[in-house]
């Protein structure tokens, strides 16, 4: 008599990533609760549901959950098209999609328990630790406790990963994936700019983790993540092997870049319907000349920084080793781009004159921020210059495993 045969296990379908129709989908949705966003210091419901919707949690969530496994230059450019409606929501969309990222380097019963629910989980991160957090080692995993600030998107997430220092004289950083209702939330997101976000304080109280449930940061940074092994497991994706230190700047650059491609618009659309007194009649303000050198500055810094981060996601797309190089010069290109960015919005802002000011003009949010994203420690210009001159210069390595990294490789 044979034996009969195994059950056949199938791998969960594979679910779509973020498209321009999806961004472009949840880019209007955004864009007509923008100023509660901003107002009310969080996203709405709906919008909440546009972000899941076009595939945000999912594009870099692996297969073997129904994950997309998707691309860099998608996720650039849909968080930028997202910008377009709502800078606060294309931030959090950003941060969620690269957080389920990172999340696919917990092992595997980790990663099981993360996508329990499917490949729709949204994950935040707390990369700032106060110096009250304690990460302590305990039969089993780690029992984590303290305050970590600047959780965007919490009020809506699923999990958490939360960055730590593992006891010891050696400075090693530890991530721990821990269910949002193990947290408090502490109201403290009172900013300029990006005030959507609510980007809140979270607390653990002696927050039990299991030991499949954190992984060394050093493990993320090498940019190798764990092989999937579920059903439907097909390798290790580009999406989970490019260098962390050539793709962290993404998350950040995405939503300033859709926030000062809006805001120049804005101003264009606006300025080009505007008529100003000049001895005795009306002349239009579009025929001036400082009004179209600053349209045409605002709006080829912003094309630039669109070509020069599209190389770095392509880069990145491209599933081949990396040079260290190349990681180097794309840390000087995120620096550059900030830059680029916040000369863009300036420019448009200083050209609008008392009515870029008012609370209702789209110009002055997007100048606000912009300004806010671009003030991130990973896009400032000096760290990542120095990293670009250490490299073309041969001054000087970068630090090894177990250095105290700077705040610029932290994810975010």
Same mark, same amino acid.
């Given at each position: 008599?044979?034996?009969?045969? %195994?059950? #056949? #296990? ?5 679910? =779509? /990533?973020?498209?321009?129709? @999806? ?64 800078? +606060?929501?294309?931030? *959090?969309?950003?941060?969620?999609? +690269? ?33 009250? #957090? ?18 965007? /998107? ?18 090693? #950083? ?18 300029? /700019? ?15 983790? %299991? ?11 090498? /940019?190798?993540?764990?092989? %999937? ?9 580009? *999406? ?25 618009? @804005? ?9 100003? %007194? ?11 000349? +400082? ?6 500055? +605002? ?13 770095? =996601? ?99």
């Amino acid at each position: 008599m044979s034996e009969p045969a %195994p059950p #056949v #296990v199938h791998a969960p379908p594979v679910a =779509a /990533g973020i498209t321009r129709l @999806s961004a472009e989908a949840a880019r209007a949705t955004a864009a007509g609760h923008a100023a509660a966003a901003d107002r009310e210091r969080r996203l709405t419901g709906d919008v909440v549901s546009a972000i899941t919707d076009a595939g945000f949690a999912r594009h870099f969530a692996p297969r073997e959950f129904g994950g997309a496994e998707g691309t860099f230059t998608d996720y650039l450019h849909g968080t930028a098209a997202l910008a377009q409606g709502c800078a +606060s929501a294309a931030w *959090c969309a950003s941060v969620i999609g +690269s957080a389920c990222r990172a999340a696919a380097y917990l092992p595997a019963e980790g990663r099981s328990e993360v996508w329990a629910d499917g490949p729709d989980t949204i994950v935040c991160v707390g990369v700032v630790p106060s110096p009250s #957090v304690e990460v302590e080692r305990i039969e089993g995993g780690w029992a984590l406790s303290g305050a970590w600030h600047f959780v965007s /998107g919490v009020d809506f997430a699923d999990w958490l990963l939360l960055a730590g220092r593992e006891p010891g004289p050696e400075v090693r #950083v530890r991530w721990f994936a821990v269910p949002r209702t193990a947290i408090g939330v502490e109201d403290t997101w009172f900013t300029a /700019g990006m005030r959507g976000t609510g980007s809140k304080t979270v607390h653990a109280d002696t927050v039990f983790v %299991p030991e499949h449930r954190s992984f060394d940061q050093e493990v993320l940074l090498s /940019g190798a993540a764990p092989l %999937p092994s579920g059903p439907g497991a097909r390798g290790r994706a580009p *999406c989970h092997s490019a260098p962390f230190r050539l793709i962290n700047g993404l998350t950040m650059i995405g939503p300033a870049l859709g926030a000062a491609r809006a805001g120049v618009d @804005s101003w264009a659309g606006w300025v080009a319907q505007k008529t100003e %007194p000049a001895m005795g009649r009306r002349v239009r303000a579009a025929d001036r000349g +400082s009004v179209q050198a600053a349209l045409a500055r +605002s709006s080829a810094a912003v094309d630039a920084v669109e070509l020069l981060i599209g190389r770095t =996601a392509a880069l990145a797309d491209s599933g081949t080793p990396v040079p260290d190089a190349d990681i180097a010069r794309s840390h000087r290109d995120y620096a550059v781009a900030a830059e680029y960015l916040a000369d863009a919005v300036e420019g448009v802002f200083r050209a609008s004159g008392a009515n870029g000011q008012a609370d209702d003009n789209p110009v002055q949010r997007a100048w606000r921020d912009v300004h806010a994203a671009v003030s991130h420690a990973a896009l400032r210009f000096d760290t990542g210059a120095a990293a670009y001159a250490r490299s073309a210069l041969g001054t000087g390595a970068r630090p090894g495993p177990g250095s105290n990294r700077s705040s610029e490789e932290s994810p975010r």
